[in-house]
């Protein structure tokens, strides 16, 4: 399993922005059939606080074959999904490293953190399946 997050740097208009946004990242990883569990977060800045920006956490993977994926094959899986995540934020007007950054990484234990990111959703503002 593995996380790919997208961190945004400046404030959405709207909600609905945000969900607009979110739904196209959805239908992007449908497309490639692609299971993912999303949240959407609010940001803190250096102080703890919110900053009144947000970013994304997919997390995917089959927990049956992922755990065994070589790791040059995992992290290959990883930066394809990160690229194509970034290419709909591009779609969406934003400019990568102005607007957004994407990152993925590797979970330690990912099903010990898929139950933390499933039954502790109070960390989580915004919860969904894709």
């Not at 399993?1 to 979110?22: A, G």
């Not at 290959?76 to 970034?86: C, D, L, T």
């Not at 007007?93 to 993925?104: A, P, R, T």
Request: charged letters at 35%.
């Amino acid at each position: 399993m593995f996380e790919v997050r997208v961190n945004f740097f400046s404030q959405f208009q709207t909600k609905k922005d945000i969900d607009q946004l979110r739904a196209s990242i959805s239908r992007c990883l449908k497309y490639r059939k692609i299971d993912a569990v999303a949240s959407i977060e609010l940001t803190t800045g250096k102080d703890g606080k919110p900053n009144n920006t947000v970013h994304f956490h997919y997390l995917m993977g089959d927990k049956e074959n992922d755990e065994h994926l070589p790791r040059e094959e995992e992290k290959k899986r990883r930066k394809e999904i990160a690229g194509f995540m970034q290419k709909v934020c591009e779609r969406s007007g934003f400019i990568l490293n102005k607007d957004f950054k994407v990152e993925s990484r590797p979970l330690w234990n990912g099903k010990k953190y898929f139950a933390y990111f499933l039954y502790f959703p109070k960390n989580h503002h915004c919860l969904a399946k894709q």
